[in-house]
């Protein structure tokens, strides 16, 4: 029932800069924007509107107010909010449960005035440590601003020259391809007369070469007659070719008077000019009996390749086209080299990768593109390569693992270029695949300045760079901006 | 061929458990039938405490004692053994808190067909049947309980025994399974229960409330394991056995507590159970039904049948009586009420302040932050990671400076390593268990290869109390207490996942005591945290192996669950069970320790387990975090209301919990019992009540839309807390939910008091004012309490500095008075509101203390909900005082 005692209170506050102390009085909790709705010894109303109840409520340790408002100095509403004044600090707002809980809250200890809490005023002190942890941050602000400056320029010129050497890798392809085109055209018109001629010439070599075979065929016919003809009478008899045992035609070992009669087409013997006939009918089984070997040779040598020429007036054509299109396949497969060669198509792409990146608003995260940032702990050597990916290697042997792969900006919605995201790294037993979140703070140097795992797999990685710095407020806007006199 | 339990358990440590039929099980295939056993009755001796008869069986002419106490409190204790025993068989020490006084028993007649024992003055009687041997106990001319009715009394008698060469085989197999020197040593007894068709308790089982009947599957298993993804209703065993049975009918409800700590077997069978409901209709429309009875058989591989028949008549009196045998809940801190905030594991002392931090940006109480394994030395419990925990008392005062404590976990496998000082003196002094060969037993567990100390021993349990001095235990402080995990014990290379079956603890095998070395464990660091406060503070020590007992040294939990909305249900009746047995402080890990929870299920689990005893969030090492506020600032809400909920209610859990401890009473209770005779709710197993005045159905269906509580009580209201709104009893209401819906009712008739300001811990809460809501009775009535003390020492007990108010609105008066002369405490601590439901507008209210003041007190009148709640009585909460309404 001592609570009524606490309505009012009285404090003390500096303003800042001129060192005259005044006098304010309001009840316990309220923020001078609000001290208007306080008036003493006048019913007060709710902030919402709800209701109305006498001053002396105020401040009373009960909860009239739905929205808190009655109850700013004590801990009697559940939603209600309480204000330090934190002279020579920051000014703040505490959830009304945190009133008189035995644990000092707001530096000017004004939240423990009945708990026995033994608070300390720590808010000169700690005035004093933000100010100067404020202007060290705000020089480095400053001087990250400026290089980020520097860097969104270089990115601008980088982006200029890489979006100008693609024009032009572009352009030499296409003048490549233009090229290739001529040459290719080039390339058939020299053909297709080649073709004619070679098909002419192949035409004339298979006349040739059933010309060669019948001639062939003729002498081979008059050695076996002459082989035949044993008695030299002109003419083969039965007798003189049943000795061919070869030539018999159901191939039962022995050849027969009748079948020889047969072979010889009824006839007891043929002259020279009706072994012709005789002839096509034996040649296929017919055995010299001179030697089997020179036969096969002779049969083998009948289909030699008509490379070269028979000695046509035509080779000399042949062989110039074949010169000049000899050029002409050297450019093309040069060119397609250049165009389709995985150099060239890596240069392309890599550019058009880059390009397409999303650097930042100005591109000035371009510089961190292609780069690696180490952080070594006590097991890991943790490596960081923007818009790549995130890997961890063993300090004392062992394989890198692969944290993740680049995957996008993370941030929240005002603030999207704050966090990276790199995911899809090597798969955790029984859980998910590794991944890592990359946070960014403003610094002059690119380092990376912690990594943690707070959940399995799930890395956290913290990065300065000068790119994330922010134009810096003026020093006293930042130190007395929020200030409440 | 039958086989014996000791064959059946090889055959189960060498899984082909699916190719045996539990048919062959010798002892379980026993059929019910005459029994082989006569007593003697020319040997029978009565004294004052007891009746002793000795029985024999007429198959092998082996004799056994009979024991029979008519214990104080309505309890009968039936206590069986060999006559003459080769050795003694183990009999569980420490689990009776005293030897139970006894009444004496008085003969009312005799003959040669046995005797009739008077049981008191309630016309109770306990006949004991000659031959066969059976027990009746009769109430008037109904039969309460009859054991041995069916015959299945058994006990293998030890005797010297040559191993056969397939045991051998067997051995190898299945090391430490073998048969004990002296043989088979099981036994096994039969209850039958006339009148009644539900049955429950034996904790541990991932199984509904009502037990099932086990005819055609596996019994009910009581071995503490540690079971690897538990599947869910099922009658395996889990983490902890306690060998209490309950049955209850609208007419009667009874104990039967089977104290045995080898591994054991429950079987149930019922002659309803069969039965569909048309068959049971066409039974009462023919009126041929026989009494519905349930029948029970208990077995166990090793010790002495001691069996203690608690006759109640009511829950409470069951209740009352097996704490008197066992004891009650530890009463403990207040801030262990409150929400503990866990999981495997936090990474260092940055990752606990982050956590920390955490919780005070999104506003959202919690009391204790625990660390699991990983904060050690390698797994060398009572040390510390000299990288990720370099300063453990810098943290511990951190947490001081936010009035909130810690919990760190130390497991009873200790790392065989030389240079570790624990695993040394444990060594050095011989306490480790040992194998059957004398050395030291050694299993694998998570620091590698480890030793267990015999915590069976006195001497090892005092050791091992004392290493958790403040100077022994670096780093620890007041703020820091105690987690035991994995003390069924689990030893990864072990059958089973748990300790060879002939390790030995002095004389004993493990098969004779495994299911009290987890109890051991607990009730060991228990007495190691009183000691290092000098015998002040209460402590806190959660433990996931238990067994009968364990309820007087903290809490349990139902070990690791998984994140499905199965064992989000399944938490309900698993410790419902629990809280049957004495052990009312239970809970199950939110969100699931296994997988990684939907958002929803997160939150209903929040929501589920703000309303359950221990309110612990908890998650596996390689699940992705869940911090409260990583799923979106709606579900943070969410979150942060189901927690602040927890922290308002308070004082009402800390009433319970009081009464728990001092009364038995459970904390958290199955409808039916406070409803003893609505048959409707004798299988509920989705809603629950605390204490008597709160009902809670949560919803744990995914995706719900509403859910239908039944509100027991015809004649009586409840009131929705939420809204005010006021329902009949005797239905079935459907509450239509919302993600936001946690369904709990105040019973009308009932006040219960609530600190309304929620702040960052309990701490920072224990001289905030109470708000009393009053739910008023049809008949404009109500009671309640209002227990308060200093929250953490045993100052309330020693020094009864304590303030126990009663409560009681009537005539339209709410008044306030003592309930404990003898005590004293002052708090500042005064009442803010009063809430009365279901009131009508008066007049004026005023408020009368006992200087003689009378103060007028403004008060606000909500007409379409019924609700006046009265502005700041401002008296303080340990003095008289009236609010009379005109």
Known sequence: MSCALLLLLTSLALVMGTGTAVEIQRPRGVPQSKRQFYEENKPFTCLDGSSTIPFDQVNDDYCDCRDGSDEPGTAACPNGSFHCTNAGFRPAFIPSSRINDGICDCCDTTDEYNSGATCQNTCREMGRKERESLQIMAEITKEGFLLKQQLIHEAKRGQEDKQGKLTELQGSKKGLEGKMEALRTVKKTAEDPEKEAKERHLKSWEEQKELIRMEKDKTRMAEAFLELDDDADGYVSVAELQSHLELDPDSDGSLTETETQGLLGGAGKVDTSTFETVWSGIKDKYLSEVSTYVMKTYVIQSFPYPKGSPGSGRSNEVSIIRFENANVCTLLSASQSLICGPEFIWICRNLEKEIGFDFGPSAEFAYLYSQCYELSTSEYIYRLCPFNRVSQKPKFGGSETNLGLWGQWAGPEENLYSVMKYDHGQGCWQGPNRSTTVKLTCGKETVVTSTSEPSRCEYLMEFTTPAVCQEPASLDEVLHGHTEL | ?886
């Not at chain 2, 932050?369 to 990671?385: A, P, Q, S, V």
């Not at chain 2, 319970?656 to 406070?674: I, K, N, T």
């Open chain 2, 1 to 886: 061929e039958c086989m014996t339990l000791c064959e059946r358990a090889i055959c189960r440590c060498q899984r082909c458990e699916e190719s045996t039929d539990n048919e062959h099980d010798c002892i379980r295939a026993l059929k019910p039938g005459q029994s082989p056993y006569r007593a003697l009755l020319e040997t029978l001796e009565l004294t004052n405490t007891k009746l002793t008869l000795q029985l024999i069986n007429d198959n092998n002419k082996v004799r056994l004692l009979l024991e029979l106490y008519r214990l104080q409190g309505n309890m009968t204790r039936v206590k069986i053994n060999e006559l003459k025993p080769l050795k003694p068989r183990f009999e569980v020490p420490d689990v009776l808190i005293n030897d139970p006084p006894t009444e004496p028993l008085s003969l009312l007649s005799q003959d040669e067909n046995g005797v009739v024992l008077s049981l008191g003055a309630d016309s109770q009687w306990l006949i004991v049947s000659a031959k066969p041997f059976r027990l009746d106990i009769m109430e008037g001319r109904e039969v309460l309980l009859s054991l041995n009715s069916r015959g299945l009394l058994a006990f293998e008698h030890l005797r010297i025994r040559t191993v056969t060469s397939a045991e051998l085989v067997l051995n190898v197999v299945c090391p430490g399974w073998l048969f004990s020197p002296t043989g088979p040593s099981s036994i096994s007894l039969d209850f039958s229960l006339p009148g009644v068709e539900h049955v429950y308790g034996i904790p541990e089982h991932a199984d509904s409330l009502k037990l099932k009947t086990t005819d055609g599957g596996d019994p009910y298993r009581l071995f503490n394991l540690d079971v690897f993804q538990y599947e869910l209703f099922n009658p395996m065993a889990l983490y902890g056995a306690i060998p209490v049975m309950l049955s209850h009918s609208a007419q009667r409800t009874m104990g039967i507590f089977w104290l045995n700590a080898a591994e054991t077997w429950v079987d149930i069978s019922s002659n309803t159970a069969g039965k569909t409901v048309f068959g049971q209709m066409l039974d009462y429309v023919q009126g041929s039904s026989e009494t519905p009875q349930t029948d029970v058989r208990w077995i166990s591989e090793s010790g002495i049948i001691d069996v203690f028949i608690m006759l109640g008549p009511t829950p409470t009196d069951v209740f009352s009586q097996y704490s008197s045998l066992t004891g009650t809940q530890a009463f403990p801190p207040l801030s262990a009420l409150a929400y503990h905030q866990c999981r495997w594991n936090y990474n260092d002392q940055e990752d606990v302040a982050a956590v920390d931090q955490g919780f005070d940006e999104h506003d959202i109480p919690y009391d204790f932050i625990w660390l699991d394994i990983e904060h050690t030395d390698g797994k060398r419990y009572f040390t510390w990671d000299p990288h990720k925990f370099p300063q453990p008392k810098d943290m511990l005062q951190g947490l001081v400076d936010k009035r909130r404590k810690m919990v760190t976990i130390v497991d009873p496998h200790i790392k065989v390593d030389s240079s570790y000082k624990i695993h040394n003196e444990i060594r050095s002094k011989g306490f480790y268990v040992k194998n059957k060969d004398g050395g030291d037993y050694e299993g694998w567990c998570w620091p590698g290869n480890s030793g267990y100390p015999d915590f069976t021993n006195p001497e090892m349990r005092a050791w091992w109390a004392s290493m958790f001095a403040y100077d022994q235990y670096e780093g620890s402080m007041e703020n820091m207490y105690t987690w035991n995990d994995m003390n069924e014990p689990s030893v990864f290379n072990g059958p089973e996942v748990t300790m060879h079956k002939d390790a030995l603890h002095g004389n004993w095998e493990n098969r004779d005591l495994h299911n009290l070395y987890g109890l051991y464990v607990q009730m060991a660091t228990a007495e190691g945290l009183i000691e290092r406060s000098g015998g002040v503070e209460r402590p806190f020590v959660l433990t996931r192996a238990f067994f009968a007992g364990s309820q007087r040294y903290g809490a349990v939990w139902t070990g690791d669950n998984t994140a499905e909305w199965e064992h989000l249900k399944i938490s309900i009746p698993m410790c419902l069970s629990l809280g049957l047995v004495g052990v009312s402080f239970c809970g199950a890990d939110v969100g699931g320790f296994f997988k990684s929870p939907s958002t929803e299920l997160l939150v209903r689990w929040y929501q589920t387990g703000a309303y359950q005893p221990f309110f612990r969030a908890h998650a596996h090492l390689d699940t992705p975090r869940r911090e409260p506020w990583l799923f979106g600032p709606e579900n943070t809400a969410l979150i942060r209301e189901a927690v602040r909920q927890r922290y308002a209610l308070l004082p009402y859990w800390y009433q319970l919990f009081y009464h728990a401890h001092h009364s038995g009473q459970p904390v958290m209770r199955p409808l039916w019992v406070e409803y003893p005779q609505d048959t409707a709710t004798f299988s509920m197993d989705d809603q629950f009540l605390l204490g008597e005045d709160l009902l809670v159905h949560p919803v744990t269906e995914e995706g719900g839309r509403g859910v239908t509580a039944y509100l027991p009580g015809k004649g009586e209201v409840w009131f929705d807390v939420h809204t005010f709104q006021k329902h009949n009893g005797a239905q079935n209401l459907y509450i239509p939910v919302t993600i936001s819906s946690i369904p709990v009712f105040q019973r009308g008739g009932s006040i219960i008091p609530r600190k309304a300001r929620v702040r960052r811990s309990s701490s920072c809460m224990e001289h905030d004012p109470y708000t009393l809501f009053v739910a008023l009775s049809p008949k404009r009535f109500a009671q309640g309490e209002l227990y308060i003390d200093d929250g953490h020492t045993f100052n309330f007990d020693k020094q009864k500095q304590f303030i126990h108010r009663r409560l009681s609105f009537a005539n339209k008066a709410l008044s306030s008075r003592n309930l404990a002369p003898g005590s004293q405490f002052i708090t500042p601590s005064w009442i803010e509101k009063i809430v009365i439901l279901g009131a009508s507008k008066p007049s004026k209210a005023t408020l009368k203390t006992p200087d003689g003041k009378e103060n007028l007190l403004e008060f606000e009148f909500d007409a379409s909900m019924s609700v006046l709640t009265l502005r700041k009585p401002g008296v303080n909460a340990g003095v008289d005082w009236t609010v009379v309404l005109q």
